[in-house]
């Protein structure tokens, strides 16, 4: 698939948006086959200015994606592979003294990227993983006192497997907090897993990945995605939403206010996707699982109950009332 050279200087419009975020699904699915959801959701949290975690069993393509996602985008990428022995300073980057100059100067790390692939965050230390706070909520760098900021567009995306394999350390609160969605892989249809035989037999499809975009058109369509119309009630169904899972027995952890930002900006962009200037609440109920569940602790009788987040953030979904209207934003209204 070519790539786009011709987007202009100007602001982009949401037509825009939703053409360039199908032509980088396109692209993604030349190398994951029969994974659209998880291929759109990616696309939608780029949009979102957001951060996204890629959590499944080994082999099921994880890291397949997050290279496939990178690539489609012509920008600089950084992979960090995260080890039990990965320091801070590996993320961050670290000062140096120069005996030329007779000075320290800043060497930086590999978190200085417009996309970063973490392969398997959770197999190091929390130690390490906490590099990787601040970096992701301000979208900066402080080494020795001195701040650096990071170029934009700037997301993470990384992989990990579910904590109970062996050798991993499960994420710390804070840090799932930053992550603006997760998403599963699952396991291939037969006809999607056949596709692969014969794609991946060979050369991998990965290498023939051409970009279709760069990131300066990225940063462009993000903008636009900014214009999205959310009307009062469908802001208000949103709260609704966080609020219920800090009220549940079910739950001893609920939302932060983070995460209900987290919610409108993918809503925003589900909705440029989707063509539409204005955010429904159907697009909150399609994306309150995978932006909410990960950053809920269950309560002990909902483990032993054997019940997961996400069955309770559909739950919560079937309680709390959901607006009758929501009215469409004229062209060149603000919102």
């Known amino acids: 698939m070519p790539r786009r050279t011709d987007h202009p200087l100007a602001a982009v419009d949401l037509d825009e948006v939703a053409n360039e975020a199908a032509r980088i699904v396109a692209a993604i699915e030349t190398v994951i086959e029969?994974?659209?959801?998880?291929?759109?959701?990616?696309?939608?949290?780029?949009?979102?200015?957001?951060?996204?975690?890629?959590?499944?069993?080994?082999?099921?393509?994880?890291?397949?994606?997050?290279?496939a996602f990178a690539r489609a985008i012509d920008s600089t990428v950084h992979r960090i592979q995260f080890t039990p022995d990965l320091l801070p300073s590996d993320v961050t980057g670290v000062c140096v003294y120069n005996q030329e100059t007779r000075d320290f100067e800043f060497k930086p790390g590999a978190i200085f990227a417009n996309i970063v692939v973490g392969d398997?965050?959770?197999?190091?230390?929390?130690?390490?993983?906490?590099?990787l706070l601040e970096c992701m909520e301000e979208r900066q760098v402080t080494v020795d006192s001195v701040t650096y900021l990071?170029?934009?567009?700037?997301?993470?995306?990384?992989?990990?497997?579910?904590?109970?394999?062996?050798?991993?350390?499960?994420?710390?609160e804070a840090q799932r907090d930053r992550f603006t969605a997760r998403l599963a892989m699952g396991y291939p249809?037969?006809?999607?897993?056949?596709?692969?035989?014969?794609?991946?037999?060979?050369?991998?499809?990965?290498?023939?990945?051409?970009?279709?975009?760069?990131?300066?058109?990225?940063?462009?369509l993000i903008d636009a995605v900014r214009t999205v119309h959310i009307s009062d009630d469908v802001r208000r169904y949103a709260v609704d939403l966080v609020?219920?899972?800090?009220?549940?027995?079910e739950l001893r952890l609920g939302a932060s206010p983070r995460a209900t930002l987290h919610l409108m900006r993918t809503a925003r962009a589900k909705a440029a996707l989707a063509g539409r200037d204005f955010v429904l609440p159907d697009d909150l109920q399609e994306l309150a699982v995978p932006v909410?569940?990960?950053?809920?602790?269950?309560?002990?009788?909902?483990q032993v109950a054997r019940r997961s987040t996400s069955d309770v953030v559909n739950d919560l979904l079937a309680q709390v009332p959901v607006p009758r209207t929501a009215p469409r934003r004229t062209r060149g209204a603000s919102g």
Do not use: C
């Not at 398997?120 to 590099?131: D, L």
């Not at 990071?150 to 710390?172: H, K, R, S, W």
């Open 34 to 67: 029969g994974k659209t959801e998880p291929v759109r959701l990616a696309v939608t949290v780029l949009l979102a200015e957001g951060h996204l975690l890629i959590e499944d069993v080994p082999g099921v393509g994880k890291t397949m994606l997050a290279k």
């Open 189 to 220: 249809s037969p006809a999607a897993e056949l596709a692969m035989l014969d794609n991946h037999s060979g050369d991998s499809p990965l290498d023939d990945l051409e970009p279709v975009t760069d990131g300066l058109y990225v940063a462009k």
């Open 243 to 249: 609020t219920a899972t800090r009220s549940t027995p």
């Open 150 to 172: 990071l170029e934009a567009p700037f997301m993470v995306i990384a992989t990990q497997n579910p904590v109970d394999m062996e050798g991993t350390y499960p994420l710390p």
């Open 292 to 302: 909410l569940a990960h950053r809920l602790l269950p309560a002990a009788e909902t």
């Open 120 to 131: 398997e965050i959770n197999r190091a230390s929390p130690k390490t993983q906490s590099a």
